[in-house]
């Protein structure tokens, strides 16, 4: 049963218990720990200039090397057509009594992170072709590695050292800034604009932290009086690289403003030097659920949820030595993939733990179908995971010469699964029912990136 906590006070220290690998698989019903109130607190987009934290602990400090991408078009900046790979407002699928209905979702869109650049790269799912490339904080250091796609396509993405930024992916919404007729945005890998001069870059929040990974939209929610989506917001989190730092923070959608933060003061410290969070995806009600680096080294990691109602959280302790990639599956369950595949059903509050791989990493992200399989990065292979049985039902071969393990994994609207290498120049789109790479994604720089990047998880999750 979960244990009612103080908001602010902060547990104890201890839990030396050591990870150990190879368990068969069992249900771990441990539960959860602890419920909390949120404080508010509202603030401006701007609040304060972001620290420069340590290097990114998590990845191989490879700087990778930059190159166009294979399909990018590199030409001159223009705002007078729609970008290719984006739904229109003239589109109308989602319906209410009062309304013909309201925006399409965009359905074909992929946002890959270039850690090593500063910029995040705006691909058709469908074609393979980089439609843009986006400075996503003023210094271009800020690391970005987690992209987190909303209905409409648009991106927020987290940087590592600080910040959060959202690029609007229809140019039709993109709006004037820059003072320059027309709207000026990139057209390709070889087309970037200069800090404040794309206008397709709707907003940065600063976050003066140095460990800003998570990042996840929520789905809001569709007025049927207005016909338009509302409380489309953003949730991340950080800490200061030290025990008691971590909060949880929803962020404004349309202006970025600080909506709430909630801190997580008796956060444990599952991994060598880790304070904070690492990944995070909302389920059908919007809250947000985020996990941890790995775990058991010295504590035990916790998966916590943040109520999006009341900014009450819960922690829920994660079995062993937890995982790396998290994700969230239209069934409701909260997935966190390592060396094994972890399932924690939210309504029973047991966890199912399968162990999968043999090996000194952790391994890379995980994302569901909305069709039953979990598909989820080990090494140079995507593992497909039937989401009742935990049974392997797909092997897909993706990693090619060079490439270093999968980290990202995701899947399109269509059905295709994506694999991210760590820190490469590469993004792979593979046909799952055939094993075969149909697209592969030239010039990016040091790639990594580890969410929802497609936005398929979050409407598998809640359609709308």
């Not at 419920?35 to 490879?62: K, L, W, Y």
């Not at 027309?182 to 460990?211: K, N």
């Not at 994302?367 to 989401?387: C, H, N, P």
Request: glycine share 14%.
């Amino acid at each position: 049963m979960p244990l009612a906590i103080v908001a602010f006070a902060l547990a104890a220290c201890g839990d030396d218990s050591q990870a150990e690998d190879g368990d068969t698989s069992k249900d771990d019903d441990i539960g959860s720990i602890g419920t909390a109130g949120g404080e508010s607190e509202q603030g401006s987009a701007e609040q304060g200039s972001a620290e420069q934290g340590s290097a990114e602990q998590d990845t191989d400090s490879s700087s990778g090397s930059e190159s166009s991408g294979s399909e990018g078009s590199g030409s001159e900046s223009t705002g007078s057509t729609e970008t290719e790979g984006e739904s229109s407002e003239e589109d109308s699928t989602e319906t209410g009594p009062n309304c013909g209905g309201g925006e399409a979702p965009a359905v074909n869109l992929i946002w890959i992170a270039n850690s090593g650049q500063g910029t995040v790269s705006k691909i058709n799912t469908e074609t393979g072709v980089e439609l843009g490339r986006y400075i996503v904080r003023a210094d271009s250091a800020g690391s970005p590695s987690r992209t987190s796609v909303n209905r409409f396509g648009d991106v927020a993405v987290a940087n590592r050292n600080g910040g959060v930024t959202k690029v609007t992916a229809n140019i039709l919404h993109c709006e004037e800034s820059n003072g320059i007729p027309d709207i000026q945005t990139s057209q390709g890998p070889d087309d970037i604009l200069p800090w404040g001069e794309d206008e397709c870059v709707a907003w940065f929040t600063d976050v003066p932290h140095a460990d800003n990974r998570p990042i996840a939209w929520t789905n809001g929610v569709f007025n049927d009086e207005t016909c338009l989506w509302e409380d489309i917001d953003v949730w991340t989190a950080w800490s200061d690289w030290a025990s008691g730092t971590a909060v949880v923070a929803l962020l404004d959608g349309d202006s970025g403003e600080f909506i709430q933060e909630v801190p997580i003061p008796d956060l444990p410290n599952p991994w060598p030097s880790w304070h904070g969070f690492y990944g995070a995806a909302v389920d059908a009600d919007d809250n947000v659920w985020l996990s941890q680096l790995q775990g058991a080294n010295p504590q035990q990691a916790w998966l916590v949820k943040v109520d999006r109602a009341d900014f009450s959280y819960t922690g829920y302790p994660v079995p062993e030595e937890g995982g790396y990639g998290m994700t969230v599956t239209n069934e409701g369950y909260v997935w966190i993939c390592g060396r094994s595949t972890r399932r924690l059903d939210p309504e029973t509050e047991q966890w199912t733990s399968v162990p999968l791989l043999d090996g000194g990493v952790h391994t890379g992200g995980c994302m569901g179908d909305g069709e039953g399989i979990l598909y989820r990065g080990a090494y140079s292979q995507i593992i497909g995971v039937d989401t009742e049985t935990l049974e392997v039902v797909r092997t897909l071969d993706v990693g090619q010469p060079g490439d270093d393990a999968l980290w990202g994994v995701a899947v399109d609207f269509d059905g295709f699964v994506w694999g991210v290498p760590r820190n490469g120049t590469r993004a792979y789109k593979v046909d799952p029912d055939l094993n075969q790479i149909v697209h592969t994604v030239e010039g990016l720089v040091s790639a990594y990136t580890y969410s929802d990047m497609t936005g398929a998880a979050l409407l598998n999750i809640e359609p709308g």
